[in-house]
Nanobody, 120 residues
């Protein structure tokens, strides 16, 4: 069992900043991948930023230079620092974690989502 607790969303004006957090807990031997996705009304869910299985970072072209993904390994927590926010960033943001359990099985888990709204 793995639980994800996601927080940090809110309402900001264009040009403002937010910092999202996602903490994973439970039966985790190792975390393979940690990332952030978002889904705007009427749109498909898309990858925003992630730590890959190779421990490199990947970003969507639309957020490069504005968003930064980071992690705290001791807390099994991933963050998304969002700067220079634009109205088109408005969406529900979800964290996703892929873990190796002590049983050696692999599981993927989603956070509950947090709303980010950017006003003009």
């Amino acid at each position: 069992q793995v639980q994800l607790v996601e927080s940090g969303g809110g309402l900001v004006q264009a040009g403002g900043s937010l910092r999202l957090s996602c903490a994973a807990s439970g039966s985790i031997f190792r975390i393979n991948v940690m990332g952030w996705y978002r889904q705007a009304p009427g749109q498909q869910r898309e990858l925003v930023a992630a730590f890959t299985s190779a421990r490199t970072t990947a970003y969507a072209d639309s957020v490069k230079g504005r968003f930064t993904i980071s992690r705290d390994n001791n807390k099994n927590t991933v963050y998304l620092q969002m700067n220079s926010l634009k109205p088109e960033d408005t969406a529900v943001y979800y964290c996703k974690v892929e873990v190796i359990h002590y049983s050696n099985s692999i599981g993927s888990y989603w956070g509950q989502g947090t709303q980010v709204t950017v006003s003009s």
